[in-house]
């Protein structure tokens, strides 16, 4: 079946750079909305006066709206994690930070391959939605392509929409800057299970040989109190040093993971490199179990660092018992990402392809905004990014953090929309704002969505959305029993979610789908 779906708009008078971005132009008149609060972010910049950012021009339809006022509230603007699951009209917006973790899936995975069935408060949809690979388009330059799409379920006038933001792809980055990454390392004593401090000690091995010689790193590792092991020391004639330190780590006591932090950063800060990438990346099962253990409190001592010198936090996860919860907050309130390892293959794609990912961003502050027509959708909602929740108003106010995103990286917002009966025409426009991450210049795209443009049904929708559905499914399915959440709709049970991961793993010959279809059985088998 041909697929219908709206891309990116480009505006006729708009004026796009050779990367193929929109740039802002100029003042638009605020619009008085009322407005909800939807969903959060990470990073600082100050890319001046927000009240002169223009919308995305070209969009047309129901656009996001522009709040500015000229005035700016310099507060908290995160909104409560406990707004509204189904946004009713007049409250037709809902904006995020954008978010490339997949922790919470690869954990998942773990437990249940351990006979175990995953809390469902470490079940973030979102995370099991990204862990797949998506067929958007995807831009020349940095930036984003918009891809907006959709198919009705069974459910009488409820449609699964899925918003897709990709970046280029990462073999068109050319040369990246040199990195700076500062490794901090848990060796507390929860670290000698297999699988742990080992597997570490192998994957960051691997990854030296394979860093540039131009690259640097530094080692710091920390049980009951932290230490640096290295220095910031460039790769060039110093591989035999900096493999020695790697193999003299051992596991020793308790998990003070606060001081890891900190020590981790001065550490970054000191071996600071301009012109660089400054990267903290921490390697724990996050079982913080001595010293200070809040993740705001840890972050809070090392703002300055992260804030003036722009060095972002990668959490990689380790361990049968992990700590998702801390290491996601540390993530997130760190301007970074999480993931998460269990064995020698899944250590090596993480710490050799998706770490250089990392490496190069493409974005800074990056939020996604999602209008829906209230004449055609009577109600909505988004399926995770719980944690992630952004202001409506706060959308084109870039004091407000947002997420920060690489080459090759696609991000994939799923809503669950239940239409007018009878609804036709435009359904909704979505648009990304996001920061060069060299200039600060802000920067927009949008793709909008029309009612005729709905597949018939889910499944036969294209391989990929249907991917992007079973991943939703799952986690839906792992989060029931907490009353927090509503069930999607036209869920199937277990037994055929499984059927059609298994038919779309012949169907896309991808092996991580493969392993969907399997992780879906075990979660069947154990109720």
């Given at each position: 079946?041909?697929?219908?779906?709206?891309r990116?708009?480009?505006?006729?008078r708009?004026?796009?750079?050779?990367?193929?971005?929109?740039?802002l132009r100029?003042?638009?008149?605020?619009?008085?909305?009322?407005?909800?609060?939807?969903?959060?972010?990470?990073?600082?910049?100050?890319?001046?006066?927000?009240?002169?950012?223009?919308?995305?021009e070209?969009?047309t339809g129901?656009?996001?709206?522009?709040?500015?006022?000229g005035e700016?509230?310099?507060?908290d603007s995160?909104?409560?994690d406990?707004?509204?699951?189904?946004a009713?009209s007049?409250?037709?917006?809902?904006?995020?930070a954008?978010?490339?973790?997949?922790?919470?899936?690869d954990?998942?995975?773990?437990?249940?391959a351990?006979?175990?069935?995953?809390?469902?408060?470490?079940i973030?949809?979102?995370?099991?939605?990204?862990?797949?690979?998506?067929?958007?388009?995807?831009?020349?330059?940095?930036?984003f392509?918009?891809?907006?799409?959709?198919?009705r379920?069974?459910?009488?006038?409820?449609?699964?929409?899925?918003?897709?933001?990709?970046?280029?792809?990462?073999?068109?980055?050319?040369?990246?800057?040199?990195?700076?990454?500062?490794?901090?390392?848990?060796?507390?004593g929860?670290?000698s299970?297999?699988?742990?401090?080992?597997?570490?000690?192998?994957?960051?091995?691997v990854?030296?040989?394979?860093?540039r010689?131009?690259?640097?790193v530094?080692?710091?590792?920390?049980s009951?109190k932290?230490?640096?092991?290295?220095?910031?020391?460039?790769?060039?004639?110093?591989?035999?040093?900096?493999?020695?330190?790697?193999?003299?780590?051992?596991?020793?006591?308790?998990?003070?993971?606060g001081?890891?932090?900190?020590?981790?950063?001065a550490?970054?800060?000191e071996?600071?490199?301009?012109?660089?990438t400054?990267?903290?990346?921490?390697?724990?099962?996050?079982?913080?179990?001595?010293?200070?253990?809040?993740?705001?409190?840890?972050?809070?001592?090392v703002?300055?660092?992260r804030?003036?010198?722009?060095?972002t936090l990668?959490?990689?996860g380790?361990?049968?018992?992990y700590?998702?919860?801390l290491?996601?907050?540390l993530?997130?309130k760190g301007?970074?990402?999480?993931?998460?390892?269990?064995?020698?293959?899944?250590?090596?794609?993480?710490?050799?392809?998706?770490?250089?990912?990392?490496?190069?961003?493409?974005?800074?502050?990056a939020?996604?905004?999602?209008?829906?027509?209230p004449?055609?959708?009577a109600?909505?909602?988004?399926?995770?990014?719980?944690?992630?929740?952004v202001?409506?108003?706060?959308f084109?106010?870039?004091r407000?953090d947002?997420?920060?995103?690489?080459?090759?990286?696609t991000?994939?917002?799923?809503?669950?929309?239940?239409?007018e009966p009878?609804?036709?025409?435009?359904?909704?426009?979505?648009?990304?704002?996001w920061?060069?991450?060299?200039t600060?210049?802000?920067?927009?795209?949008?793709?909008?969505?029309?009612?005729?443009?709905?597949?018939?049904?889910v499944?036969?929708?294209?391989?990929?959305f249907?991917?992007?559905?079973?991943?939703?499914y799952?986690?839906?399915?792992?989060?029931?029993?907490?009353?927090?959440?509503?069930?999607?709709?036209g869920?199937?049970?277990?037994?055929?979610?499984?059927?059609?991961?298994?038919?779309?793993?012949d169907t896309?010959?991808?092996?991580?789908?493969?392993?969907?279809?399997?992780?879906?059985?075990q979660?069947?088998?154990?109720g």
């Open positions: 079946m041909e697929r219908h779906r709206t990116g708009t480009r505006g006729q708009g004026i796009r750079g050779a990367r193929g971005t929109r740039r100029g003042p638009l008149l605020a619009l008085t909305v009322a407005s909800g609060l939807l969903l959060t972010g990470c990073g600082a910049g100050d890319s001046g006066d927000s009240s002169s950012a223009d919308r995305a070209g969009a129901f656009p996001a709206p522009d709040y500015s006022t700016q509230d310099d507060s995160t909104a409560d406990e707004s509204r699951d189904i009713p007049p409250d037709h917006l809902s904006t995020f954008l978010d490339v973790d997949t922790a919470s899936y954990y998942a995975r773990r437990t249940l351990d006979g175990r069935r995953p809390n469902p408060s470490t973030r949809p979102e995370e099991f939605v990204n862990s797949f690979r998506q067929d958007y388009e995807r831009p020349d330059g940095n930036g392509s918009v891809t907006v799409d959709g198919a379920t069974q459910d009488e006038d409820w449609s699964l929409v899925r918003v897709g933001l990709a970046t280029r792809s990462a073999e068109q980055r050319g040369e990246r800057p040199p990195a700076a990454l500062t490794f901090v390392i848990d060796i507390s929860s670290m299970e297999p699988g742990r401090l080992d597997l570490a000690q192998e994957s960051l091995g990854m030296t040989d394979r860093l010689d131009d690259d640097s530094a080692l710091v590792t920390f009951d932290a230490e640096t092991v290295l220095p910031m020391t460039r790769l060039d004639g110093n591989r035999d040093e900096i493999h020695d330190a790697i193999d003299s780590l051992e596991p020793t006591f308790s998990t003070n993971l001081a890891g932090v900190e020590t981790g950063y550490t970054a800060v071996g600071l490199r301009e012109g660089a400054n990267r903290v990346v921490l390697v724990s099962d996050a079982l913080a179990n001595d010293g200070d253990t809040d993740p705001d409190s840890i972050l809070e001592r703002d300055g660092a804030r003036e010198h722009g060095i990668f959490g990689v380790v361990g049968s018992d700590g998702d919860a290491m996601e907050r993530a997130d301007d970074g990402h999480t993931t998460y390892v269990s064995d020698p293959d899944e250590a090596r794609t993480v710490f050799c392809e998706q770490l250089p990912r990392h490496i190069d961003l493409t974005a800074r502050d939020k996604a905004q999602v209008a829906f027509d004449e055609t959708v109600e909505f909602r988004l399926v995770g990014y719980d944690n992630r929740r202001a409506d108003e706060d084109r106010d870039d407000v947002g997420g920060e995103v690489g080459p090759g990286h991000v994939t917002a799923l809503y669950a929309v239940r239409t009878g609804a036709d025409g435009h359904l909704a426009t979505a648009t990304v704002r920061q060069d991450p060299e600060r210049t802000p920067h927009e795209e949008s793709g909008q969505l029309e009612s005729d443009s709905l597949d018939d049904s499944w036969s929708a294209s391989p990929r249907q991917v992007t559905a079973v991943a939703a799952f986690a839906d399915a792992l989060r029931r029993g907490d009353d927090r959440w509503t069930s999607l709709p869920a199937p049970g277990l037994g055929e979610l499984a059927d059609r991961a298994e038919e779309l793993a896309t010959e991808d092996k991580a789908v493969r392993q969907l279809a399997d992780t879906i059985r979660a069947r088998h154990r």
